[in-house]
């Protein structure tokens, strides 16, 4: 989510190029002019104090009321340049700046309360934004959504601050439901970014969030040495040593871990052995949900999602414990199998109340942009 910029503030305030000598000339006397002129060059070149003692030079010569508003004026300008918002701020109210020149220097300045009021004064769909941003600062969640969701009508690049404000005020659903029109509209892996690592924080069960992680994978959403590390952690533990070795693996030849990375490696060693042990055991598999788990299991860290498919639709079609762990299983195998169409109709199945339809669901979600 995009906050308001500091170049959106300068334009704000009306200062975003230094004022010419003769404008000045025509409203000022040549020595607050001159002034002016030199505080506006110091603060182009990022001399704030010499900008600042211009100034008030300036001001010490301004004898009338317009002299003194393009004084006040230029110390805005600097002071904004300085990021001293809140002295800006104060120099604009002082020569009775409007509500619009002044709610984006409240906000920089965390003035929230002081932001909003000039926004709503002002009017317009930029001073909502910056409304929007103010109660998100000050833990305002649900209004926040009430601006967003008024803005998100007119204009859908406001979903994405929608989203934000929903996943703050704590509605999963809302900010699930926003998200999923965001990404139609945009599938990109920058915009998976955005949701999967917000929903990485979530509390979830060991293999919700195995799914998840994969989803990352799948997106090209892990490049850090210890999200490879947690995600290779995860597969072991839940049975699936061939797809944290996969995944090493891809990881290791992107360089994503390095040589020297000792868990990297130690984690790649324990995971090529399970897998080379699942392997193995394949052919004395019980007929059973477990064994056929353990199949699809291996089935997928080996890259043969047809196979993959086969075993976890018998645990799916049953009432087992493991039943749903199966369906979403299954439902990822069939992404990957390039049966995009019958995986949405295996995510469909998960019930509402398990642990594994939020992830489920964004599973889904992908599968729809896959065909």
């Not at 300045?109 to 909502?128: C, E, H, L, P, V």
């Not at 699930?176 to 139609?184: G, Y």
């Not at 915009?191 to 969030?209: C, F, G, H, N």
């Amino acid at each position: 989510m995009k906050l308001v910029s500091r170049l959106a503030i300068v334009a704000a305030i009306g200062l975003a190029a230094p004022l010419g000598s003769v404008a000045y000339a025509q409203a000022v006397s040549a020595a607050v002019g001159k002034a002016l002129q030199s505080a506006s060059s110091a603060a182009g070149r990022g001399n704030t104090a010499a900008a600042t003692a211009a100034v008030n030079q300036a001001r010490a010569a301004a004898k009338t009321p317009a002299e003194r508003k393009k004084v006040a004026e230029m110390a805005a300008y600097v002071y904004t340049r300085g990021g001293q918002f809140s002295r800006a701020a104060s120099e604009l109210e002082s020569v009775g700046a409007s509500p619009r020149q002044l709610a984006p220097l409240y906000y920089r300045a965390g003035q929230y309360s002081k932001a909003i009021a000039a926004a709503n004064r002002a009017g317009g769909t930029d001073m909502q934004v910056i409304v929007g941003q103010s109660y998100l600062k000050t833990g305002e969640n649900a209004k926040a959504v009430g601006v967003y969701e008024k803005l998100s009508r007119s204009n859908p690049k406001y979903l994405e601050n929608l989203a934000a404000a929903q996943y703050k005020s704590g509605d999963k659903k809302a900010y699930l439901a926003t998200t999923e029109k965001l990404i139609r509209f945009d599938p990109s892996p920058a915009r998976w970014k955005t949701l999967l690592v917000d929903l990485k924080q979530e509390k979830m069960s060991r293999e919700a969030k195995l799914a998840l992680f994969q989803l990352m994978r799948e997106t090209n959403n892990i490049s850090r040495p210890e999200d490879f590390a947690e995600f290779a952690k995860l597969a072991i533990v839940s049975n699936q040593p061939g797809v944290a070795k996969r995944a090493l693996d891809e990881a290791k030849a992107a360089g994503a871990v390095p040589a020297t990375d000792q868990q990297g490696l130690a984690l790649l060693n324990a995971a090529t052995q399970r897998a080379a042990e699942a392997q193995a055991a394949l052919p004395k598999l019980p007929a059973t949900p477990t064994g056929f788990m353990t199949a699809g299991n291996t089935y997928m860290g080996l890259g043969d999602y047809p196979k993959a498919v086969g075993a976890y639709a018998k645990v799916a079609v049953g009432s087992s414990p493991q039943a749903d762990q199966a369906r979403l299983l299954l439902g990822i195998s069939q992404v990957r199998a390039g049966q995009a169409a019958a995986a949405r109709k295996t995510f469909g199945t998960i019930a509402p109340t398990s642990t594994f339809k939020d992830v489920a669901s964004l599973w889904s979600l992908y599968a729809s942009s896959r065909g």
